[in-house]
């Protein structure tokens, strides 16, 4: 997945064939693993999501975390919970285990320098926006200048 990556629209079955033909998977090995035919896997490479069973399918065959796709989605557009309802959930027996939100991939830093670089946005959006940390900023653009 050598391409950037537009986490605010997400159609996983372009991804998916993008990574097929990355690897050069033959359908036949797809049919087998998936237990579906060539139209079916053909019918896939065009939605825009999939059940989660047969994402999970994909991603063990092709050796690539598609639900990391998601995750990035959600740390990047999901809105700050209000500061009063984190006080009400710290006192909650918690049964999910919690996940940190502020854990960034090559994928995350590029699209942010990208937004930059193209003036999409600015440092101050960036920070306001998506709660990147102005230092956290500099590092990213100090150490993958192009």
Known sequence: MNQIINFKEISIGVLIHQRVKEVKMDI????????????????????????????????KL??????????????????PSPRDSNKVIKNRK????????????????????????KGEKTKIQINYEYGIPKTTLHKWINKYKT
Do not use: A, G
């Open 28 to 59: 036949s090995c797809i049919c087998n693993f998936l237990n579906c035919t060539k139209i079916e896997v053909q019918n896939m490479y065009s939605c825009k999501s999939l059940h989660s069973e047969m994402l999970l399918q994909w991603s």
């Open 62 to 79: 092709l050796e690539y975390d598609f639900f990391r796709i998601y995750s990035q989605h959600l740390i990047l557009y999901s809105p």
């Open 94 to 117: 918690k049964i999910l285990p919690q996940n940190r939100k502020n854990i960034y991939t090559i994928e995350i830093i590029h699209f942010i320098l990208e937004l930059i670089k």
